[in-house]
Structure formats: C-alpha cells, structure tokens
C-alpha cells in the first residue's frame, strides 16, 4: 500500500502541470532572498532558521494539516512559482518530485528528506511488507542530517553566504544535540520494560530505535487506515500481558479505537502526541516544543 503522503503528492504533481507554467523573472541589482518552498513545516522551520534574511521561506503544507490526506489547491501551488529550492518530505517519490520541479520554474531543484536519509532508517510492516518509516521528524539523528542537507543545498545556490549557512546549521545542530541530550535523561528514569509505545498509527518506530521503545500501533501506517479484527485482538492481549500503564491518542486522529482498548485493558490514556509534525497551536508549533512534549507526555504516562 502506497503511504497516502505519496498519493497527495502525486496528485499535486499531476495537478501542478495543469495550474503552472515557468514564468520569466528579471534579476533585480541585489541577490534577492532565495526563494524555498516547503512541503512540510519541519523542513520550512530548518529553512527559515539555516537561511535566515537570505531565504524566503513558502509555506505549502501549513502546520496543523494531516500530511497523509493533504491535497494542494491552486492557491497553495502558486508558492512554487519561481521557487528556486523544495523541500518535501516523502519515500520513493523522485519522479513526481522532478515533475514537480519542472513544473516551479526553471531553476528549482527538489529535495526529498526520505531520500537524503534512504537506507538509515528502520522499516515498518505495512500490510505484510516491509517499508521505511517516513516519520524521520521523530528522530533528532535523522532531522541533523536534514538541516546538513538544506545547509549545503543553500550554499550551492549562493556560495557567497555559505559560511553564514554553515554557522547557523551549526548552531541548530548543537540546539538539537542538547534536545536529545534532555530526552536521553527524561527517558532514562523509564525502566526498559515500561518503554512501551501504543500509539494510533504506525509514526515512532524511528523514535523507538533511537530510546529503546517497542512501538504497537493500533492502525496502520496512516492515520486514516483500520485495523482488523485479529491485530486489535492481539493489540488487546499484549497490552494486558504486558500490563502496559498507558497509551496514546495522537494529535490528529479519532481517538475511538484507542478507547476500546482502554476499556478492555484497564490502561489509561497516556496524552496526546504529536505524531505528524508541528500544530498550529499548543506545545507543537515549533520542533522543539513538539519534541520536548512528546518525550514528557510518554516518560509521564509510563513512568
Ligand atoms: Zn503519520
């Protein structure tokens, strides 16, 4: 099963053909601000902090947004209108993303997180097979590698503010270095058998490679899908054998199904995390907060 985040991005491909056509730009006397559309708020978030005064920032995939079910409008596809660099974030997308690049000028080059960090990270079982999780955001390793990448992209674009990119990438880095430092210790205190993470959907099996968590999600992959009769069954067993204390709804997601569980678990309702990025509002508007949140929210719950 294709993740719906491809089918989204698929369809703006298709659709970016239609409302789009390369554009003549006159370049003014002074370098303009590089012009980066995202696809996604983490990646506009590491865009605006690395590029800083020299980089406009576009927003296509507002915060807040289900990235699985997200279906662009005209409105939203004119952001890649003389765009010089997008940012996505989506597995095995490069042909659709290329369209998509020919489609938002003559200059932009299209870079997929998923791609930058293909082969690194671990796999889920989606409907028996085995595909890479695209949750990478849940993983500080994973987004340091990102903010690397956005930082050498820009200074391939504008050489001349390439130390100024370095500095900031650095500091992101180190700011994200202490993050995971703080969510290294928080979650020390949960012995390795509390460190149990039932979630709606299937979005923290790279957060439970780098801590140490066994993830069992409810639904599949996308928050959208339904689990059957047997897996919710065996989901119902584990968390009582296993006597786990909590779990989670997330964010964006009916938390019915995870109901059911409670009331034939005895396990409480741990908190909502935030499974799909930033929010529009709350803890999650930004990637700190939205890290910090979600490692308080688990190590509170199982403690
Ligand atoms: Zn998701």
Redesign the pocket.
Known sequence: ML?P?RTGLAALALFSGLALRPRLRAEPAGPAPIRVATFFPVLNEIAAQIGGPEVTAIEIVRPGV???TFEPSPTDLRGLVGADLVLASDLGMESSLERLAANSGPRARVIDASAVLKGLGPYLEVNGRREPD??WWNSIPATIRVVRKVASELSALRPGSAGAFAARADACVARLQALDQWARIEISSLPEGRRQLVTS???FAWFARDYGFTVHPVTG???QSEPNGRDLAALIDRVRRDRIPAIFV?N?VNPGLLETVTRETGARLGGALY???LSADGDGTTYDGMFRHNVRTIVEALR
Do not use: C, K, Q, R
Request: aromatic share 0%; net charge negative; proline share 17%.
């Open positions: 993740h985040l289900d990235p699985h695209p949750h959907h299937d979005a992959i996308s928050p997330e964006s499974a799909d990025g």
